[in-house]
């Protein structure tokens, strides 16, 4: 999907926005740690790299991230040395959908949607239990990744890809109507 407004200006508000949505919907999430945590935060994330692609997302992403391990009641295990492995899961749903989908409308490509819909929320998932692992053997804490646990993440994460199928969609149609979307757009 291509904006009208191509300034500088409008990018970085609208970055700014996503980033800001990011920490909103992070504050909204659903968690009964360490098993299970049900958000949507990915969602302006995926916008992100609609409009501006995997560099701008994968911004947004870590920016987002960065400022939720600050904040204790999202991230109530504090700071430690593993933040910055914590950063790369959510920059890969930027990387993903920006190569897939950069000025690409979510309506007219429905095949290629659902698919990355799902490979990208699949790979934050997976990406996450990597870095759960990762982080147990660094912090030295046994990071409890149990058969049943694993299931649960990757049932989640079915979960949100389908909302994010049938949600994104939605928004983009009602986008269309504004003017910050080109009419004739891809």
């Given at each position: 999907m291509?904006l009208?407004?191509k300034?500088?200006?409008?990018?970085i508000?609208?970055?700014?926005l996503?980033?800001?949505?990011?920490i909103?919907?992070?504050?909204?999430?659903?968690?009964?740690p360490?098993?299970f945590?049900?958000?949507?935060?990915g969602?302006?994330?995926?916008?992100?790299?609609?409009?501006?692609?995997?560099?701008?997302a994968?911004?947004?992403?870590a920016g987002?991230?960065?400022?939720?391990?600050?904040?204790?009641y999202?991230?109530?295990y504090?700071?430690?040395?593993t933040?910055?492995?914590?950063?790369l899961?959510?920059?890969l749903?930027?990387l993903i959908?920006?190569?897939l989908?950069?000025?690409?409308?979510?309506i007219k490509?429905?095949?290629l949607w659902i698919?990355?819909?799902?490979v990208?929320c699949?790979?934050?998932?997976t990406?996450?239990?990597g870095v759960t692992y990762?982080?147990?053997?660094?912090?030295?804490?046994?990071?409890?990744l149990t058969?049943?646990k694993?299931v649960i993440?990757?049932v989640?994460?079915i979960?949100?890809a389908?909302?994010f199928?049938f949600?994104?969609?939605v928004i983009t149609e009602s986008?269309?109507?504004?003017?910050?979307?080109?009419?004739?757009s891809?």
């Open positions: 291509k009208t407004n300034k500088p200006l409008f990018r508000s609208l970055n700014a996503f980033l800001a949505m990011y909103g919907l992070s504050f909204a999430s659903i968690r009964i360490p098993v945590e049900f958000t949507l935060k969602l302006p994330l995926v916008f992100c790299a609609i409009f501006f692609g995997p560099i701008d994968m911004a947004v992403a987002g991230e960065l400022i939720c391990q600050f904040i204790p999202i991230n109530p504090g700071i430690t040395p933040v910055p492995l914590w950063l899961p959510v920059m749903r930027g959908v920006g190569l989908f950069k000025e690409k409308d979510p490509h429905k095949a698919v990355t819909m799902i990208s699949l790979a934050v998932t990406a996450n239990i990762l982080d147990g053997l660094i912090m030295e804490y046994p990071p409890e058969g049943i694993i993440k990757f989640n994460s979960v949100v389908i909302i199928t949600v994104i969609p986008l269309k109507h504004t003017k910050f979307i080109e009419k004739d891809d």
